[in-house]
């Protein structure tokens, strides 16, 4: 078994993405993600591959584009507003069917906003973000383990579906130190669609990778093949985790640092003899919409880092499930972080109403 280590997320995302394959990296400097690109400057050049600063967040996801198609695994990374200057990239990626990995460690906005960890950019994540018909895998790690986890996860999902995938994560995520038990190096897989699998393509045919497609019939019929594929996705990869939900007085929904708040208030919450559960989804997109729906007869409430963006997927999840509980929003926002007493009250005034 491999030993732990004690690293902070940024670096275990790093360290995890090496691993995982990635042949190249481009990034920007953006707080609080900025660990990432320095850990990377150090260590891909030490292992022969390539680490471009690049003089801007639009010209790194052209270049993560541009590296992925020639056949390596490619990853960019950033925060809030690193990331929306990514967004026509990302379109791209997905309209031309090219996989990459994009990580983005949230802080508080809109706008500049400031440095503080947020989660308000789940719109944006699970909607697409950019412009046209797509959509991104988004994982969203709880803990340092989890970033590497899933970091290593993402590569591996991308290249089966060739499509971008988000790792979702918050500034506590990214900051946070713990303990980590590192992936094992693997080879990644061999491209033969890319310009740079040309060579293992008899008659060594050259390949044209593009969004345009000018003709609307064959544009509508890729996006609805693309939809096809995102069907087949939602069956097979969705993740969650769930704790104590069955039987609960009421159900905690919350992901990355605020479902570990969620921990405490259950905690708090047992002392005086209340049952709360805790849903995360792991996978924003797709969203665990059937298995949260199962536990929504309970009333529910939603914690996240923004001003109510998750909650929209829960009251989607009681509706697809033909059910009406009672749905109650604990959001902060601009960098503040609810504390496990505040969820536990929160939690405590909810019940109330109901009973």
């Not at 990302?90 to 309209?95: E, I």
């Not at 959509?135 to 709880?142: D, G, H, S, W, Y």
Request: hydrophobic share 40%.
């Amino acid at each position: 078994m491999s030993e732990k280590v004690l690293m902070k997320g940024n670096d275990a995302i790093s360290e995890a993405a090496i691993r995982a394959g990635c042949g190249a990296y481009f990034g920007y400097p953006i707080t609080p993600q900025n660990e990432i690109p320095a850990y990377m400057a150090k260590h891909m050049l030490e292992r022969g591959r390539i680490f471009i600063q690049a003089e801007s967040e639009i010209a790194a996801i052209i270049m993560v584009y541009g590296a992925s198609c020639a056949g390596m695994r490619a990853m960019t990374s950033s925060s809030s507003p690193g990331i929306s200057l990514k967004q026509e990239g990302m379109s791209y990626a997905a309209g031309a069917d090219v996989p990459l990995v994009l990580v983005n460690v949230q802080r508080g906005g809109p706008g500049l906003g400031n440095i503080a960890p947020a989660q308000s950019d789940y719109f944006q994540s699970t909607r697409g973000g950019g412009h046209g018909d797509y959509r991104c895998i988004v994982l969203a790690p709880k803990s340092v383990q989890e970033a590497a986890d899933l970091t290593y996860l993402a590569f591996d999902l991308a290249d089966k579906y060739r499509m971008p995938v988000i790792i979702h994560a918050d500034g506590m995520i990214g900051q946070m130190i713990e303990g980590c038990v590192l992936p094992p190096e693997k080879e990644p897989p061999k491209r033969d669609w890319t310009a740079g699998g040309c060579a293992q393509r008899p008659g060594k045919k050259a390949v044209h990778i593009t969004s345009i497609d000018l003709v609307p019939e064959s544009l509508e019929a890729q996006t609805k093949a693309r939809f096809i594929m995102y069907e087949t996705i939602k069956n097979q990869e969705i993740r969650f985790e769930e704790s104590n939900c069955k039987d609960a007085d009421l159900v905690m929904v919350a992901y990355g640092t605020c479902a570990r708040v969620c921990l405490g208030a259950q905690m708090l919450a047992k002392k005086e003899g209340i049952n709360l559960g805790i849903f995360r989804p792991v996978t924003l997109w797709p969203f665990p919409y059937e298995q949260l729906g199962s536990f929504s007869n309970q009333p529910v409430l939603t914690v996240e880092m923004s001003e109510g963006q998750l909650i929209e997927d829960v009251r989607l999840s009681a509706y697809y499930a033909g059910k009406n509980p009672e749905i109650h929003l604990l959001g902060r926002s601009g960098g503040m972080i609810p504390t496990e007493e505040e969820v536990f009250a929160a939690c405590k005034q909810a019940l109330v109403k109901v009973r």
